[in-house]
């Protein structure tokens, strides 16, 4: 029922900017923690920001000052807007939400977009 649809990935140089989008759709009651992971060749999935319905928000420390995560409640839709990127951003990178339905509360993962950066 709950779908998570991500867009704005693709390739840009080193120092480039590219801005994520993660729409959820579905019979949504509320949506808590709303975060985007990524995931490079050979490594762990990690967390790279994440905020939450009253708006605080978390950040990997290898993102602080240049990432900056939000979000719309009235579309359901989370944003990752990154700046001066770098090569060791490259990655999928995947959209998730905890939400509730009028079901049950569960996490659900978007499908991953591909960022990639370029030196």
């Known amino acids: 029922q709950v779908q998570l649809v991500e867009s704005g990935g693709g390739s840009v140089q080193a120092g480039g900017s590219l801005r994520l989008s993660c729409a959820a759709s579905g019979n949504i009651f509320k949506i808590n923690l709303m975060g985007w992971f990524r995931q490079a060749p050979g490594k762990q999935r990690e967390l790279v920001a994440d905020i939450a319905d009253g708006g605080a928000t978390t950040y990997a420390d290898s993102v602080k000052g240049r990432f900056t995560i939000s979000r719309d409640n009235a579309k359901n839709t989370v944003y990752l807007q990154m700046s001066n990127l770098k090569p060791e951003d490259t990655g999928v990178y995947y959209c998730?939400?905890?939400?509730?339905?009028?079901?049950?509360?569960?996490?659900?993962w978007g499908q991953g977009t591909q960022v990639t950066v370029s030196a």
């Open positions: 998730n939400a905890d939400l509730l339905t009028l079901v049950d509360e569960r996490e659900y």
